[in-house]
């Protein structure tokens, strides 16, 4: 059992991690649609393989080109001229993204027009592309590094216009993916200063969660249904709103009451100390922001590795993917109230079954539905006044 | 006809607890019940901690609309009185599975005691935790089981997650059982039938609805309670001293005992 509970505790964990970090994800969304970091992130890496870092050559003509131009509303202004933009930098109307055959494309155009031609006057003696005069027409650019670049891509292209075009490509994706790796690290930190807020928010403290489900066999195998139903589902999509629904039915000890501190404190029973109101929570807390930094497609990942090691501990689960069962079928309590007729291995030692033969459990009577009344909303309340008279507990 | 679970209240007493039995508990019951194998708790989750000692008991009687009473055999009041309501079967258990048994309502006695379920009502006043301990230790030590065959409803109840009551550790829950079984626990505390004399008052009896009071000594309670002083200790004046006993942190058992003498007129 003690391999399975704390396999079941990490799952449980690790379903809360994905919950988290989908809520922290969700948010990041939405201040990305606001502020379009994204858009000032690839402004910025476009500005800096053209070698034009305040934004009035290349790569202003190369975002008024009609072809990009169409991508975004309103005109190019270029962003600051910082060595890496700001966390949350504004991308105002810029496009998120320039597919590369686009960007291939439109350079390749401004080559062949050169550098000085607009848009408007692009009609007037429009030359013919053709390899030679595109190699022509970049010989006179000013941008020496961009000249070199575009005539490597031409003279390596040994005279296929195509394969010029996707030299150009290949050059701007080893670009993007710089840009790319900008908006990652940047994303992870916007996403661990979101993952704080929401923990503490939510008073999600990880050591409080672990020991919860330690000690809550019930609970614990709530979590892990839920978290094996979200393994199941391929599309590994949960929304906001299902994330933050299943993480309120999940019953686990998170939230603020009335009482901030109590709620705050590791044990609500245990008297204040440097530990229990102020470090554990606070490392607790740490720890999901920290979790949640990783996002959700990690922890799925590792939710399924989980499963996989669980299922070969516990190979009555295997089974599962064959005879399509119920997640909600208690293996483990099916062990439990079967025991092995007279030592046979593998199931739970029944402390009492080795004393004497228990009288067998009446059968349920035909017609006896077993009903359930506990639970029941008290209609008429009994008043201490109503109570019977009461005896013993005295010497 | 009185059913099979008479002798409860006498094991209960004899385990050193507060006992009251509901008139006519005798011959209430679904039927007689099947063998008695085990214990399942449970806890009311009536909403309100300060609605009194056992304010679900009458709906443990005469149950509800669409499901008539006795709902289960024990209640567990705040202060630790076990309540008997019922000497036969009770509906309480429903569908579920504990040791090979899955007719609850058949083969277990069913005990609701008295708590929220709510984290208003966390932890469990301690005496009453201690009587339901020490009730489901008397109980199965009566019927010759184990503290195995003790088990939560949320433990019973099928499907998994059906029933979340009661709302502490069934574990722990029954390793203190365990302990009581083997003797390893301390004798349970009783209240004194006498308080003992102090420089300013005389020796007092303890007073207690039931008992034969002596009248001056239940007037200077009530006149102390601001109730009509007529010596007689009924429920109205048990109600008053329970009243006193929780605005006062003490266990509201409505027994004026040492304690409460000390609080009510020291």
Redesign the interface.
């Known amino acids: 059992m003690f391999g399975s509970n704390i396999l079941e505790i990490a799952i449980g964990i690790i379903f809360v991690f994905i919950l988290v970090s989908t809520i922290c994800t969700a948010i990041r969304e939405g201040i990305e649609a606001k502020l379009k970091t994204r858009a000032a992130y690839l402004e910025q890496g476009i500005r800096q393989l053209l070698h034009d870092t305040d934004g009035t050559g290349l790569a202003k003509a190369l975002y008024e080109h009609p072809l990009i131009y169409g991508l975004f509303n309103g005109g190019y202004t270029a962003g600051k001229q910082n060595k890496s933009p700001d966390l949350l930098a504004k991308g105002s109307n810029l496009p998120s993204y320039i597919p590369s055959k686009t960007f291939a494309a439109a350079l390749m155009d401004i080559a062949a027009q050169g550098v000085t031609t607009n848009a408007t006057d692009a009609t007037t003696g429009a030359p013919v592309i053709t390899l030679d005069a595109i190699r022509k027409n970049v010989t006179e650019m000013q941008n020496p590094e961009i000249r070199r670049v575009l005539l490597y891509a031409i003279d390596t292209a040994k005279g296929d216009l195509n394969k010029a075009q996707a030299n150009i490509e290949d050059w701007y994706n080893s670009g993007m993916d710089r840009v790319s790796g900008w908006y990652k690290r940047s994303t992870q930190w916007v996403i661990l200063w979101i993952a704080l807020v929401v923990t503490i928010a939510l008073n999600v403290n990880t050591i409080k969660i672990v020991k919860y489900l330690a000690?809550?066999?019930?609970q614990r195998?709530?979590l892990v249904?839920s978290a094996e139903a979200a393994a199941k589902d391929t599309s590994k999509q949960i929304g906001y709103q299902a994330a933050q629904t299943q993480l309120d039915a999940q019953?686990l000890p998170i939230g603020w009451?009335n009482d901030c501190l109590t709620s705050a404190k590791m044990d609500p029973?245990a008297p204040n100390s440097f530990w229990n109101t102020f470090m554990g929570p606070l490392l607790g807390w740490l720890i999901t922001a920290f979790a949640a930094t990783l996002g959700a497609p990690f922890w799925f990942d590792m939710l399924n590795k989980v499963m996989v090691v669980r299922s070969t501990i516990k190979p009555n689960e295997k089974s599962g993917e064959g005879a399509p069962k119920?997640s909600?079928t208690?293996q483990v309590?099916t062990i439990?109230?079967?025991?092995p007729p007279t030592g046979g291995g593998g199931g739970i030692t029944?402390?009492?079954a080795d004393?004497n033969p228990?009288?067998?459990?009446?059968?349920?009577?035909p017609g006896?539905t077993?009903?359930?009344?506990?639970?029941?909303?008290?209609?008429?309340?009994?008043?201490?006044?109503?109570?019977?008279?009461?005896?013993?507990?005295?010497? | 006809m009185a059913f099979s679970l008479t002798w409860l209240p006498d094991v209960l007493v004899n385990a050193g607890l507060k006992v009251a039995e509901s008139p006519g508990w005798e011959t209430r019951g679904h039927g007689d019940m099947g063998n008695v194998l085990g214990v399942l708790c449970h806890h009311t989750a009536t909403p309100g901690k300060n609605s009194g000692n056992m304010p679900t008991l009458n709906t443990l009687i005469t149950g509800r609309p669409d499901l008539p009473g006795p709902l289960s055999q024990l209640g567990l009041g705040r202060d630790g009185t076990y309540y008997i309501v019922a000497a036969g079967k009770c509906y309480h258990a429903g569908a579920g599975l504990w040791r090979g048994i899955t007719s609850g309502n058949s083969n277990l006695i069913g005990i609701e005691a008295e708590n929220t379920g709510g984290r208003d009502d966390s932890p469990w006043p301690a005496v009453q935790m201690d009587a339901y301990h020490r009730g489901v230790a008397a109980i199965l030590q009566h019927i010759g089981k184990s503290a195995d065959f003790c088990a939560g409803h949320k433990e019973y109840a099928l499907p998994v997650g059906r029933k979340s009551d009661p709302d502490f550790d069934m574990d722990v829950f029954r390793a203190a059982v365990t302990d009581i079984l083997n003797g390893a626990a301390p004798a349970p505390v009783l209240i004194p039938v006498v308080t003992p004399a102090t420089p300013t008052q005389p020796a007092r009896a303890t007073l207690r609805r039931g008992l034969p009071n002596d009248p001056a000594l239940v007037k200077i309670v009530q006149t102390k309670l601001g109730l009509t002083a007529d010596g007689d200790f009924g429920p109205n004046t048990e109600a008053a001293v329970r009243a006193f006993q929780s605005q006062h942190g003490a266990v509201p058992d409505g027994i004026v005992g040492p304690q409460t003498w000390l609080m009510i007129d020291p």
Request: proline fraction near 18%.
């Open positions: 000690k809550n066999d019930t195998k709530m249904a019953n009451d029973a119920d909600q208690p309590i439990n109230t079967n025991p029944d402390a009492t004393q228990p009288p067998p459990p009446d059968p349920p009577a006896d077993e009903p359930d009344g506990c639970g029941v909303t008290s209609t008429d309340l009994t008043g201490d006044q109503g109570l019977p008279e009461s005896k013993g507990g005295m010497i």
